[in-house]
C-alpha cells in the first residue's frame, strides 16, 4: 500500500519509510516521511495494525501537534496521510484525526 501511495504522490524524490520524528518530548515512528507541493508529510498506512494501535499513534501525532514545535521549525505543521483499506475505517481514522491536519484515503481513493 505505501508504494500506491508512493505512485499516488508522484514519486517523490524526498521518501524515507520508519522515521523517527520527536520534538524532544514526543517521539513517533512515522511510516513514512515525505515532501510533496514544497511541504512535508507524514504517511501512515492502516493495514493489518488494530485500531488500538492507532488511536495511540494518533495521540502522538496531536501531541506533537499541540506543543508546536514542528510548526515553529517547518513554518506549518506536516500534514498527517492515512491510507487504509475500507470506508468504516476511514471514517473512524477521519474522527480520531478531527483535531489535527489530516486527510484520510482508502486504496480505492487513489487507484
Known amino acids: 500500500m505505501r508504494n500506491d501511495f508512493y505512485i499516488f504522490a508522484k514519486f517523490p524524490i524526498e521518501w524515507a519509510n520508519e522515521v523517527k520524528v520527536s520534538d524532544g518530548i514526543t517521539t513517533i515512528y512515522t511510516d513514512t516521511w515525505f515532501k510533496a507541493g514544497g511541504k512535508y508529510h507524514f504517511l501512515e498506512v ?15 501525532y496531536a501531541a506533537l501537534y499541540k506543543a508546536g514545535h514542528l ?15 475500507t470506508e468504516l475505517r476511514k471514517k473512524q481514522l477521519k474522527e480520531l484525526c ?14
Not at 492502516?46 to 502522538?60: F, G, H, P, T
Open 98 to 111: 478531527k483535531d489535527i491536519p489530516c486527510v484520510v484515503y482508502t486504496i480505492e481513493d487513489i487507484k
Open 46 to 60: 492502516d493495514s493489518l495494525q488494530k485500531m488500538k494501535e492507532n488511536r495511540v499513534k494518533i495521540k502522538n
Open 71 to 85: 510548526e515553529k521549525h517547518f513554518g506549518y505543521f506536516p500534514k498527517l496521510i492515512w491510507l487504509t483499506t
